[in-house]
Protein backbone atom coordinates (compact mmCIF):
# COMPACT_ATOMS: atom_id res chain seq x y z
CA UNK A 1 0.00 0.00 0.00
CA UNK A 2 2.99 1.90 0.58
CA UNK A 3 4.28 1.46 -2.50
CA UNK A 4 1.64 2.69 -4.25
CA UNK A 5 1.12 5.64 -2.65
CA UNK A 6 4.62 6.77 -3.44
CA UNK A 7 4.44 6.04 -7.17
CA UNK A 8 0.79 7.84 -7.02
CA UNK A 9 2.53 10.71 -6.05
CA UNK A 10 5.72 10.32 -8.29
CA UNK A 11 2.99 9.98 -11.44
CA UNK A 12 1.40 13.45 -10.20
CA UNK A 13 4.59 15.39 -9.97
CA UNK A 14 5.72 14.04 -13.31
CA UNK A 15 2.29 15.03 -14.81
CA UNK A 16 2.49 18.06 -13.11
CA UNK A 17 6.49 18.85 -14.58
CA UNK A 18 5.14 17.90 -17.83
CA UNK A 19 2.56 20.75 -18.03
CA UNK A 20 4.89 23.40 -16.76
CA UNK A 21 7.60 22.13 -19.59
CA UNK A 22 5.14 22.47 -22.09
CA UNK A 23 3.67 25.92 -21.04
CA UNK A 24 7.19 26.99 -20.62
CA UNK A 25 7.83 25.69 -24.26
CA UNK A 26 4.95 27.38 -25.72
CA UNK A 27 5.46 30.76 -23.90
CA UNK A 28 9.42 30.64 -25.80
CA UNK A 29 7.52 30.02 -28.74
CA UNK A 30 5.27 33.02 -28.50
CA UNK A 31 6.66 36.36 -30.19
CA UNK A 32 8.27 38.61 -28.21
CA UNK A 33 6.16 41.57 -27.61
CA UNK A 34 8.45 45.42 -27.60
CA UNK A 35 7.56 48.84 -26.58
CA UNK A 36 5.98 50.70 -29.60
CA UNK A 37 8.76 53.15 -31.07
CA UNK A 38 8.12 56.70 -30.24
CA UNK A 39 9.38 59.11 -33.10
CA UNK A 40 10.63 62.10 -32.08
CA UNK A 41 8.66 65.35 -33.97
CA UNK A 42 11.73 67.61 -36.10
CA UNK A 43 12.88 70.84 -34.45
CA UNK A 44 11.24 73.54 -35.51
CA UNK A 45 13.63 75.96 -37.11
CA UNK A 46 14.60 78.63 -35.23
CA UNK A 47 14.01 82.22 -35.92
CA UNK A 48 16.19 84.75 -37.40
CA UNK A 49 18.71 86.26 -34.74
CA UNK A 50 20.72 89.74 -34.87
CA UNK A 51 24.52 90.03 -35.66
CA UNK A 52 27.09 92.92 -36.24
CA UNK A 53 28.14 93.42 -39.79
CA UNK A 54 30.94 95.95 -41.11
CA UNK A 55 30.25 97.96 -44.43
CA UNK A 56 32.03 99.56 -46.92
CA UNK A 57 30.85 101.68 -49.69
CA UNK A 58 31.56 104.31 -52.74
CA UNK A 59 29.41 106.51 -54.25
CA UNK A 60 28.73 110.16 -56.56
CA UNK A 61 27.19 112.89 -55.62
CA UNK A 62 25.18 114.97 -58.07
CA UNK A 63 24.31 118.21 -56.03
CA UNK A 64 21.07 120.52 -56.56
CA UNK A 65 21.82 123.80 -56.61
CA UNK A 66 22.81 125.60 -53.43
CA UNK A 67 21.97 129.19 -52.87
CA UNK A 68 25.14 131.50 -52.60
CA UNK A 69 24.94 134.73 -50.63
CA UNK A 70 26.35 137.42 -49.13
CA UNK A 71 26.09 137.25 -45.04
CA UNK A 72 25.36 141.05 -44.83
CA UNK A 73 24.48 143.88 -46.91
CA UNK A 74 25.57 146.61 -47.75
CA UNK A 75 29.11 145.36 -49.07
CA UNK A 76 31.42 146.89 -52.02
CA UNK A 77 28.95 146.73 -55.24
CA UNK A 78 27.30 143.95 -54.98
CA UNK A 79 23.59 144.21 -55.91
CA UNK A 80 20.59 142.15 -55.64
CA UNK A 81 20.26 142.24 -52.22
CA UNK A 82 23.77 140.04 -51.84
CA UNK A 83 22.37 137.21 -53.56
CA UNK A 84 23.98 135.18 -56.49
CA UNK A 85 22.66 133.84 -59.17
CA UNK A 86 23.62 131.22 -61.73
CA UNK A 87 24.69 128.90 -59.00
CA UNK A 88 25.97 125.07 -59.42
CA UNK A 89 27.78 122.64 -57.99
CA UNK A 90 29.06 119.90 -59.37
CA UNK A 91 29.57 116.34 -58.69
CA UNK A 92 31.99 114.79 -56.54
CA UNK A 93 32.71 111.11 -55.12
CA UNK A 94 32.31 109.75 -51.78
CA UNK A 95 33.93 106.72 -49.64
CA UNK A 96 32.35 105.65 -46.45
CA UNK A 97 32.69 102.84 -43.68
CA UNK A 98 30.20 101.93 -41.10
CA UNK A 99 29.38 99.28 -38.55
CA UNK A 100 26.11 98.21 -37.79
CA UNK A 101 23.45 95.66 -35.87
CA UNK A 102 20.93 93.42 -38.18
CA UNK A 103 18.48 92.82 -35.36
CA UNK A 104 16.25 90.32 -37.17
CA UNK A 105 14.85 89.92 -41.13
CA UNK A 106 13.34 93.18 -41.33
CA UNK A 107 14.66 95.89 -39.04
CA UNK A 108 18.39 97.05 -38.50
CA UNK A 109 20.76 99.68 -37.88
CA UNK A 110 24.05 101.05 -38.82
CA UNK A 111 26.98 104.27 -37.91
CA UNK A 112 28.46 105.36 -40.76
CA UNK A 113 31.69 107.67 -41.18
CA UNK A 114 31.47 109.16 -45.04
CA UNK A 115 34.33 111.59 -46.87
CA UNK A 116 33.28 113.65 -49.90
CA UNK A 117 36.15 114.38 -52.22
CA UNK A 118 36.07 119.03 -52.71
CA UNK A 119 32.81 119.67 -54.67
CA UNK A 120 33.34 123.03 -57.32
CA UNK A 121 30.82 125.28 -56.07
CA UNK A 122 30.49 127.94 -59.46
CA UNK A 123 28.23 131.06 -59.33
CA UNK A 124 27.57 135.23 -60.33
CA UNK A 125 27.52 138.19 -58.21
CA UNK A 126 25.23 141.11 -59.47
CA UNK A 127 27.37 144.55 -60.36
CA UNK A 128 25.43 147.67 -58.83
CA UNK A 129 27.73 150.06 -59.90
CA UNK A 130 30.42 151.64 -62.49
CA UNK A 131 32.23 150.23 -64.13
CA UNK A 132 29.95 146.99 -64.22
CA UNK A 133 26.52 147.86 -63.42
CA UNK A 134 24.13 145.65 -64.24
CA UNK A 135 26.03 142.60 -65.06
CA UNK A 136 26.22 139.34 -63.26
CA UNK A 137 30.02 138.84 -62.62
CA UNK A 138 30.74 135.30 -63.27
CA UNK A 139 33.86 134.88 -60.63
CA UNK A 140 32.58 133.13 -57.38
CA UNK A 141 34.54 129.86 -57.40
CA UNK A 142 34.97 127.79 -54.11
CA UNK A 143 35.44 124.36 -53.00
CA UNK A 144 33.49 122.63 -50.74
CA UNK A 145 34.27 118.86 -48.99
CA UNK A 146 31.84 117.49 -47.24
CA UNK A 147 32.26 114.94 -43.67
CA UNK A 148 29.35 112.99 -42.25
CA UNK A 149 28.65 111.23 -39.46
CA UNK A 150 25.24 109.55 -39.75
CA UNK A 151 23.21 107.11 -37.58
CA UNK A 152 20.98 105.30 -39.19
CA UNK A 153 17.79 102.84 -39.27
CA UNK A 154 16.39 100.48 -42.05
CA UNK A 155 13.44 98.44 -42.84
CA UNK A 156 14.04 95.02 -44.53
CA UNK A 157 11.54 94.58 -46.91
CA UNK A 158 11.51 91.03 -47.38
CA UNK A 159 13.80 87.96 -49.81
CA UNK A 160 13.01 87.90 -53.78
CA UNK A 161 14.51 85.16 -55.03
CA UNK A 162 17.87 86.20 -53.04
CA UNK A 163 17.35 90.36 -53.81
CA UNK A 164 16.24 92.11 -50.85
CA UNK A 165 15.03 95.79 -51.10
CA UNK A 166 15.65 98.02 -47.87
CA UNK A 167 14.12 101.95 -47.18
CA UNK A 168 16.15 103.94 -44.49
CA UNK A 169 16.33 106.80 -42.34
CA UNK A 170 19.57 108.72 -41.07
CA UNK A 171 20.31 111.71 -38.63
CA UNK A 172 23.81 113.41 -37.54
CA UNK A 173 26.07 116.03 -38.16
CA UNK A 174 28.17 117.26 -41.33
CA UNK A 175 31.11 119.01 -41.22
CA UNK A 176 31.62 121.08 -44.53
CA UNK A 177 34.81 123.22 -45.30
CA UNK A 178 35.31 125.67 -48.44
CA UNK A 179 38.95 126.02 -49.77
CA UNK A 180 40.39 127.57 -53.13
CA UNK A 181 38.18 130.59 -52.46
CA UNK A 182 37.97 132.75 -55.74
CA UNK A 183 35.58 135.94 -55.73
CA UNK A 184 34.73 139.30 -56.69
CA UNK A 185 34.14 140.02 -53.22
CA UNK A 186 37.84 140.95 -51.61
CA UNK A 187 39.33 142.22 -48.47
CA UNK A 188 40.72 145.71 -48.46
CA UNK A 189 44.67 144.03 -49.16
CA UNK A 190 43.04 142.49 -52.58
CA UNK A 191 42.77 138.84 -51.44
CA UNK A 192 39.37 136.41 -51.55
CA UNK A 193 38.15 135.17 -48.09
CA UNK A 194 40.14 132.79 -46.78
CA UNK A 195 38.73 129.39 -46.07
CA UNK A 196 36.43 127.90 -43.25
CA UNK A 197 34.90 125.43 -41.59
CA UNK A 198 31.14 124.77 -40.68
CA UNK A 199 29.32 122.58 -38.68
CA UNK A 200 25.59 121.31 -39.45
CA UNK A 201 22.85 118.99 -38.64
CA UNK A 202 22.58 116.33 -41.29
CA UNK A 203 19.85 114.24 -42.33
CA UNK A 204 19.06 111.42 -44.93
CA UNK A 205 16.44 109.20 -46.96
CA UNK A 206 17.62 105.85 -48.15
CA UNK A 207 16.39 102.96 -50.45
CA UNK A 208 18.21 99.93 -52.38
CA UNK A 209 18.44 96.53 -52.42
CA UNK A 210 21.40 94.13 -51.19
CA UNK A 211 22.17 90.55 -52.60
CA UNK A 212 23.93 88.17 -50.44
CA UNK A 213 26.97 86.56 -52.23
CA UNK A 214 28.00 83.74 -49.52
CA UNK A 215 26.47 83.30 -45.99
CA UNK A 216 28.54 86.30 -44.82
CA UNK A 217 29.09 88.83 -47.66
CA UNK A 218 26.11 90.53 -49.41
CA UNK A 219 26.63 93.32 -52.25
CA UNK A 220 24.33 96.73 -51.52
CA UNK A 221 23.10 99.06 -54.51
CA UNK A 222 21.45 101.82 -52.96
CA UNK A 223 20.37 105.43 -53.14
CA UNK A 224 20.55 107.92 -50.83
CA UNK A 225 19.29 111.54 -50.62
CA UNK A 226 21.45 113.70 -48.01
CA UNK A 227 21.10 116.98 -46.44
CA UNK A 228 24.32 118.26 -45.69
CA UNK A 229 23.56 121.59 -44.45
CA UNK A 230 25.28 125.03 -44.99
CA UNK A 231 29.22 126.36 -45.90
CA UNK A 232 30.54 129.34 -45.88
CA UNK A 233 33.99 131.10 -46.11
CA UNK A 234 36.11 133.72 -43.96
CA UNK A 235 34.91 137.29 -43.90
CA UNK A 236 36.68 140.06 -45.92
CA UNK A 237 36.11 144.04 -45.43
CA UNK A 238 35.64 146.58 -47.96
CA UNK A 239 37.01 149.90 -48.34
CA UNK A 240 33.58 151.45 -46.23
CA UNK A 241 34.65 148.82 -43.68
CA UNK A 242 31.62 146.57 -44.00
CA UNK A 243 32.53 142.90 -43.04
CA UNK A 244 30.75 139.76 -44.99
CA UNK A 245 31.50 136.28 -45.87
CA UNK A 246 30.34 134.11 -48.00
CA UNK A 247 27.05 131.79 -47.54
CA UNK A 248 26.27 128.63 -49.62
CA UNK A 249 22.72 127.46 -48.34
CA UNK A 250 20.93 124.35 -48.97
CA UNK A 251 23.29 121.51 -50.00
CA UNK A 252 21.72 118.73 -50.47
CA UNK A 253 23.05 116.12 -52.76
CA UNK A 254 21.36 112.71 -54.67
CA UNK A 255 24.22 110.14 -54.46
CA UNK A 256 24.16 106.72 -55.99
CA UNK A 257 26.54 103.76 -53.62
CA UNK A 258 27.62 100.35 -54.12
CA UNK A 259 29.02 98.58 -51.17
CA UNK A 260 29.68 95.13 -49.14
CA UNK A 261 28.16 94.37 -45.95
CA UNK A 262 30.52 92.01 -44.21
CA UNK A 263 28.12 90.08 -41.21
CA UNK A 264 30.32 89.08 -38.24
CA UNK A 265 28.26 86.39 -37.04
Not at 164 to 173: F, H, W
Not at 188 to 204: E, H, I
Not at 223 to 246: E, F, K, P, W
Request: aromatic fraction near 12%; charge should be negative; charged fraction near 20%.
Amino acid sequence: MRSLTINLSLAVAATFGLAAFSNTARAADMPVEYPPIIEAPEPMPLAAVGGWYLRGDIGYKLYEKPKGSLSSMPWGTTGNGGQMGYEKMLGAADIGIGVGYKFNDYLRTDLTLDYETPAKFKGSFYCASAPCTGEWRDSERVKITAYSALANVYADLGDFHGFKPYVGAGAGASYLRTSQVQSGMVDTDGTAPNSKGKWNFAWALMAGVEYPVSDRLSVDLGYRYLNLGDAQTGSATDGSGNVAHIDYKDITAHEVRVGLRYYLN
